[in-house]
């Protein structure tokens, strides 16, 4: 590409992004931006079902078995409300708080469940602050990330609600009485609540005489919970009890909305190899919608019964009966909120369900369930499981497990395959390993440009060896090309096989005599070796906590497009949404200068005479240029890798072309060659 060329198509691409801008903002209205990270107003409420599916076989009954004869009224009799079934609104209900160096759980006793989950410590000092949804905004001061909140499209359910039989609606929006004089843990601190509430009544029971408590226990520095439902029957006769937990009912995503790394995860265990296996293709929310959808009209199909719900391993298609859940929960590319079964039980046969919310498709609830059990008169049966909602990185997964660890040594740490999310993690995880290393040294900005000096030093090598022979190949073909031409001329126009296979004999004669190979590979090794490595950093970028809300020079988010310039417009998700971020298209430099760089480096490369080479090359000038528009809208700490590593592949040509020029594999030129006396023109000899 000529300069005059190149310096065209940066002042077209300058040009276009500038007039997109004015037209967006004085002359076409913008679109409202959807709000996020709240509660999603004016939706109206749909209380889901959730009816706890049963069993004790090693794999879970068909739905139908497990339909409750009786369907859920809307309003509990006179006898329910003796029993402690009376709803009330969330407003309403007290909160009590647990809160330590890391987190603060409002819990409701409505329900017994978490109300809200903030990252604000025990002194009240936020510890994530909540990202904007505009790349140009800073993030503000005090406003901590308030990962768990009430949705509007989950009224009847929070995280940490009770699965156990038809009358859940009205046992999780009914008051759960706190009990004050419970036994605290040794290590950090715990509410227990009883239902039903005493109203009154010194002994009060359920209909079937049971009484049930919920112990929650937030665990110090860490982002875990335990958490224990003990159910008591103090009845005349055994009964039979399925205890389940909702974990997270939504959760804010605020990096990238619609992505697919606010998804689903699904952890299982196997009783016969104790490996656990993880489901790393999870659909986005609104895949997931449509997947359970999917699977409820193929349930109808097959004659069972259709719930709101859908079990997990139907939708995981799980069928070896040694399969069982361990771990459900959502993701997205910094938090991971999940419930977590007891490790101690891990021979037990877990299942859960999936709900998407009525009206919400950024949001769906988990739930995990123990088998079932038959609890004689006298006795009670014990439940206990784990709550995580923290960062997504094996340090703080790694930290939230050690914080209680099971006793039985053989079981090995099950929540850090919960970091990764995909084959590319093999390269991303110790990336980001590396960049963290840097991170705490330098900090999150030089560490990117040490972590790209490290992997473009450790390809120098490769690429060396790489250039070395594509100018070889380059000064042969020169000298041979000649009479290439002259065998094909000889052959034009003849199109039989006989020629054909004439004319590639005597083409390989010749390139056999001058010792000229076919196109070396070596030329684009370090091109096909830096593209594991391109899709790990985009993964590493995309999951490194320590990049959120890291500045770095004029840039306040390396995990952000930079928005170098102030000017902004909300395109929302339409056909030009991969430009934006959030649906916020903002005036990013990084992606243009990477643009610019990347149309130099291959302008500088050496041209080939070999029509092949050149056509290759000709293609390769556009591959950079249409990948900084792809991640236009991307993390500004990728585009700042990729400017540094074109900034050393330019002064590494030139270091290289020098050293060749200096070995005589390539000519100098500035250096003019010199003219043979017999061949110069006439008019040389002219006085």
Request: aromatic share 8%; charged share 25%; hydrophobic share 40%.
């Amino acid at each position: 590409m000529h300069r005059k060329d190149m310096i065209q198509m940066i002042a077209v691409i300058a040009v276009l992004v500038i007039g997109f801008f004015v037209v967006q903002q004085y002359i076409m209205p913008s679109p409202k931006p959807a709000p996020v990270n709240q509660a999603p107003s004016n939706q109206p409420g749909n209380k889901p079902d959730t009816n706890a599916p049963g069993g004790n076989q090693a794999a879970p009954p068909k739905m139908e078995d497990t339909t409750p004869s009786t369907d859920v009224t809307s309003k509990p009799t006179a006898s329910d409300e003796a029993h402690g079934f009376l709803p009330m609104k969330r407003e309403k209900a007290k909160l009590h708080k647990l809160a330590n160096s890391r987190l603060t759980a409002e819990i409701s006793e409505r329900g017994a469940v978490i109300e809200r989950l903030s990252y604000i410590d025990a002194d009240g000092k936020p510890v994530y602050l909540q990202t904007p949804d505009n790349p140009q905004d800073e993030p503000k001061p005090g406003l901590a990330l308030e990962l768990l909140h009430p949705l509007d499209s989950a009224p009847d359910l929070s995280p940490l609600a009770l699965v156990l039989d038809k009358n859940d609606n009205w046992r999780n929006t009914s008051r759960w009485e706190l009990v004050p004089d419970a036994k605290q843990p040794e290590h950090g601190q715990s509410l227990t609540f009883r239902f039903p509430p005493g109203r009154g009544v010194e002994f009060p029971q359920e209909s079937d005489g049971t009484v049930i408590f919920k112990t929650i226990t937030l665990l110090p520095e860490t982002f875990r919970f335990d958490v224990s439902v003990r159910v008591e029957n103090k009845g005349s006769a055994p009964v039979e009890k399925v205890i389940g937990l909702w974990g997270p009912v939504g959760m804010t995503n605020d990096a990238a909305r619609n992505s697919a790394m606010h998804s689903r995860i699904a952890l299982y265990a196997s009783t016969d190899s104790k490996r656990f296996v993880q489901f790393e293709d999870s659909p986005s929310m609104r895949g997931l919608a449509k997947d359970v959808k999917s699977l409820q009209e193929d349930l109808e199909e097959e004659g069972r019964a259709r719930h709101d719900w859908v079990d997990a391993r139907d939708l995981d298609d799980i069928s070896k009966e040694d399969r069982f859940l361990v771990v459900h929960g959502l993701r997205t590319d910094y938090f991971l909120a999940f419930i977590a079964a007891d490790p101690e039980a891990r021979d037990q046969r877990w299942s859960g369900q999936v709900l998407p919310l009525k009206g919400d498709d950024q949001n769906a609830a988990m739930s995990l369930i123990a088998p079932k059990q038959e609890i004689a008169n006298g006795e009670s049966a014990v439940v206990n499981m784990r709550f995580y909602a923290g960062p997504r990185d094996k340090e703080h997964l790694t930290e939230a497990w050690n914080a209680n660890p099971p006793a039985d040594e053989e079981i090995k740490l099950q929540w850090n395959e919960l970091a990764t999310s995909g084959f590319w993690d093999v390269i991303a995880t110790p990336l980001i390993w590396i960049l963290g290393m840097l991170a705490n040294l330098v900090g999150p900005g030089f560490a990117i440009i040490l972590l790209t000096l490290l992997v473009r030093f450790s390809l120098s090598p490769l690429s060396y060896r790489g250039q070395k022979s594509m100018a070889t190949y380059t000064q042969k073909m020169k000298v041979v090309k000649p009479r290439l031409d002259a065998i094909k001329e000889k052959y034009a126009g003849r199109k039989d096989q006989q020629s054909q296979l004439k004319m590639l004999t005597e083409t390989r004669a010749v390139m056999k005599e001058q010792n000229v190979g076919m196109l070396p590979l070596g030329g684009c090794l370090p091109m096909l070796i830096q593209l594991p490595i391109f899709i790990g950093l985009y993964r590493a970028f995309g999951n490194a906590i320590f990049l959120r809300q890291a500045d770095f020079l004029w840039i306040h988010d390396l995990s952000l497009p930079d928005a170098s310039l102030p000017l902004s417009t909300y395109i929302g998700d339409g056909w030009l949404s991969f430009l934006a971020h959030n649906g916020y298209l903002t005036f990013n430099v990084l992606p243009m200068l990477w643009i610019v760089l990347s149309v130099l480096q291959f302008k500088l490369q050496p041209k080939s005479d070999d029509p092949q080479q050149a056509a290759m090359q000709k293609n390769m000038a556009f591959i950079f240029p249409l990948m900084g528009l792809m991640f236009y809208g991307y993390a500004s700490g990728f585009s700042f890798y990729f400017i540094i590593s074109s900034l050393y592949s330019i002064a590494e040509s030139k270091l290289v072309k020098r050293s060749l020029i200096k070995q005589g594999v390539m000519p100098d030129p500035k250096k003019k060659p010199k003219v043979d006396e017999e061949t110069k023109p006439d008019y040389h000899g002219a006085s």
